[in-house]
């Protein structure tokens, strides 16, 4: 057979990348359930911009759920499957008025077409840096326009890029992590592979997960995450329509500087 080329090779290691991440989600729950800024700083803005509210990217709703119990309706997109079943389970167990403010849709918010328009929509947690060309993101911004409400906002956060970090020798694991498997118990370890791609602006990750006894294979789960600098970003928002209204560099309100670890955006359609 002849060889894949550099564009099928490409398309395959996305796609991995863009699910393998999503696959376990009780592990994902653990990994990042007591990150809890960025749900306390969306949590207040909805209450200052009020519902209902769109999230794209909802996951299994670290950020939704808690929305859902202060009042709002939410929409919640996402493309994973694991993820949203299990946020299914987290809302069944809601009361029925919470429930009842919840819908859940499994779709590409690329190309979304839900007929109604929201005064907030949100994309939390890097969901964005899943748009990995410039037709990636001209689609989604599309889509956002076409369901934000006049004088909406639009709200999302991206890591802001850490060259030495993308700089780290692709050829070694790093940042090992020992931690015991949400579901059977086991006691694993963890650790990181990087390697960056400057020309496509993509971090490719390879996240090797082994047993701390040393039995059994060890497995390697796949992320991509397309890299956004501070003034492409701003371009891109512009060029599709939209004005950055604030920009800062963590959940708490801080300034956006050049050691900044995220870039949170607050913007409105042009």
């Not at 409400?149 to 890029?161: C, E, H, Q, S, T």
Request: charged content about 30%; some cysteine; aromatic content about 10%.
């Amino acid at each position: 057979m002849p060889s894949r080329s550099f564009t099928e090779t490409l398309a395959a290691a996305l796609a991995a990348g863009t699910v393998e991440h999503y696959r376990d989600a009780a592990l994902y729950d653990h990994d990042y359930g007591r990150r809890r800024e960025d749900v306390r700083y969306y949590r207040a803005l909805a209450r200052q911009v009020g519902g209902p509210i769109l999230e794209l990217g909802c996951g299994t709703g670290r950020l939704l759920v808690p929305l859902l119990r202060d009042g709002h309706e939410v929409v919640g997109v996402d493309l994973a499957e694991p993820m949203l079943a299990r946020l299914r389970e987290r809302i069944a167990r809601l009361s029925p008025e919470a429930r009842g403010r919840a819908t859940i849709k499994r779709a590409d918010f690329r190309a979304l077409l839900l007929g109604r328009r929201f005064p907030l929509v949100v994309c939390p947690f890097n969901a964005f840096m899943h748009l990995y060309t410039r037709s990636d993101v001209e689609r989604c911004l599309a889509s956002v326009r076409a369901h934000l409400a006049p004088g909406g906002r639009f709200v999302f956060d991206v890591m802001n890029p850490d060259l030495r970090w993308l700089s780290r020798d692709p050829r070694r694991y790093w940042d090992r992590t020992r931690y015991r498997d949400p579901t059977t118990g086991r006691k694993m370890i963890g650790s990181t592979r990087i390697a960056y791609d400057a020309a496509l602006q993509i971090c490719f990750l390879h996240n090797r997960i082994e047993a701390e006894d040393g039995r059994g294979r060890a497995k390697v789960v796949r992320l991509t995450q397309r890299c956004f600098f501070p003034l492409e970003l701003e371009a891109l928002l512009h060029y599709n329509g939209f004005a950055v209204e604030k920009r800062y560099g963590d959940f708490g309100g801080g300034a956006f500087e050049p050691d900044s670890e995220e870039q949170l955006l607050v913007c409105r359609s042009r």
